[in-house]
């Protein structure tokens, strides 16, 4: 069984579009968040939520909207795509705001022509 | 967060010990040295953490000097599938779950 399970692995789109990224973990886990991984492979911290309610978010642009329905999802809705949104997204999860070990997904491949 | 330097790449023979070295001659007394690796096309992956004692568990050692301005990530015998990008974090306990991810080194393990 897949710990955190991000869909879709790859995804390519037009600039201008709305589309969504999901992520699940069967961890047990109370807190996830989205990374995101730029061309140079910087990993940079984009959100985390703790119990479903929203505790970091690294300014990101207002076109990109989490939303956690329970502890075990956490979801990526991104409006209006431009093209420097082309990055690899990771979803992770940990025990507790200050979990030690951060668990990642395999990551999606978002790529915005 | 103090920040980290790490060499940009590294080799290692299959079979043998990498050391990975790290420099975070900034931090405080209360932050932790972490290790996460990524191996190419998949998430980082947790390896090891500590504050000032030396730790090891099953997949690596980490040796924090005395003054604690750097340590040594150990892999004792490197494996083709220790290839990766390896992450020294410096994170602080008031500081939650914020990692931040630097450049890391990529260790190329060779046959």
């Known amino acids: 069984d897949t710990a955190v399970s991000q869909t879709p692995k790859y995804l390519v789109t037009q600039m201008g579009n709305d589309k969504s990224i999901k992520c699940e973990q069967n961890?047990?886990?109370?807190?996830m968040y989205w990374y995101k991984q730029d061309s140079k492979k910087f990993l940079k911290i984009m959100f985390s939520?703790?119990?479903?309610?929203?505790?970091i978010n690294e300014t990101v642009p207002n076109r990109f909207s989490p939303k956690s329905p329970d502890k075990a999802h956490l979801n990526l809705h991104i409006n209006s795509l431009e093209l420097g949104d082309s990055a690899v997204y990771f979803c992770?999860?940990?025990?507790?705001?200050?979990?030690?070990?951060?668990?990642f997904g395999s990551g999606t491949q978002l790529s915005v022509l | 967060d103090a920040k980290t330097t790490q060499p940009p790449s590294m080799d290692c023979a299959e079979g043998r010990a990498a050391n990975l070295p790290c420099n975070h001659s900034t931090i405080s007394g209360n932050e932790y040295v972490y290790w996460y690796r990524q191996i190419h096309s998949q998430g980082p992956q947790y390896i090891i953490h500590?504050?000032?004692n030396n730790e090891t568990n099953e997949m690596a050692s980490l040796i924090i000097t005395e003054d604690r301005k750097s340590s040594t990530l150990i892999l004792p015998h490197a494996t083709l599938r220790d290839t990766a990008v390896y992450y020294c974090i410096v994170r602080g306990t008031y500081n939650f779950n914020k990692f931040y991810f630097g450049s890391g080194t990529k260790l190329n393990v060779k046959p």
């Open positions: 939520y703790n119990n479903k309610e929203l505790i």
């Open positions: 961890l047990g886990h109370d807190t």
């Open positions: 500590g504050l000032k």
């Open positions: 992770a999860s940990s025990q507790g705001q200050g979990g030690e070990k951060l668990f």
